[in-house]
């Protein structure tokens, strides 16, 4: 008789999901090291290139991509989105708003994406998810902005399309990203 030699796939998580630990860190400083190089050439280029229209923030991008694949607790995301504003504050043009706006942000990722992950809809999280967290923080950033200004509306007719436009930008990116980093880690769903 003949051996039955099917070999079923194996996956192994490198990632401990829901969990903030050394991996995960290590995970979130790579990818916000990559942002910060990316913000600091590629995204100026970008910026020029579309005349201001778009500011991609890659450290957003890094965040997002880290809660996907890290799928922490609300309270560890804003650690998270805390981390990448500290980053933030080395290229930011407004010191201090990048705290409240990732910090926020992040939050709102994590409770899309562990809500969302276990959905039918779940191969659109990364886009959609991404967008939603990028417009938020932009919008946040811009509020704070308008009210350091006497909530002049100038600001508002200025920055809201590059927000949105930002948004797609990082959702694309994110979107791009998730499926080759989630099998570089050999991560489930």
């Known amino acids: 008789m003949a051996a039955n030699t099917t070999q079923t796939a194996r996956t192994v998580n490198t990632i401990d999901r829901g969990k903030l630990d050394v991996k995960a860190l290590v995970l979130l400083a790579v990818l916000l090291a990559a942002g910060f190089i990316l913000n600091m050439f590629v995204g100026k280029a970008i910026g020029a290139a579309s005349g201001g229209m778009i500011n991609p923030e890659f450290i957003i991008s890094a965040f997002c991509l880290t809660i996907l694949v890290v799928r922490p607790t609300l309270l560890q995301a804003l650690v998270i989105g805390l981390v990448s504003a500290a980053v933030i504050q080395l290229t930011t043009s407004l010191p201090g708003a990048d705290f409240v706006a990732e910090g926020v942000a992040a939050v709102l990722m994590a409770a899309i994406v562990n809500a969302g992950m276990k959905t039918s809809a779940k191969k659109f999280i990364p886009a959609v998810g991404t967008f939603v967290t990028t417009f938020v923080s ?32 990082n959702g694309v990116l994110v979107a791009a990203l998730y499926l080759p980093v989630r099998a570089a880690l050999k991560l489930n769903d």
């Open 138 to 169: 932009g919008f946040i950033f811009m509020l704070i902005r308008m009210a350091l200004m006497q909530f002049d509306m100038a600001i508002a007719a200025a920055m809201l399309p590059v927000v949105a436009l930002t948004a797609v930008f």
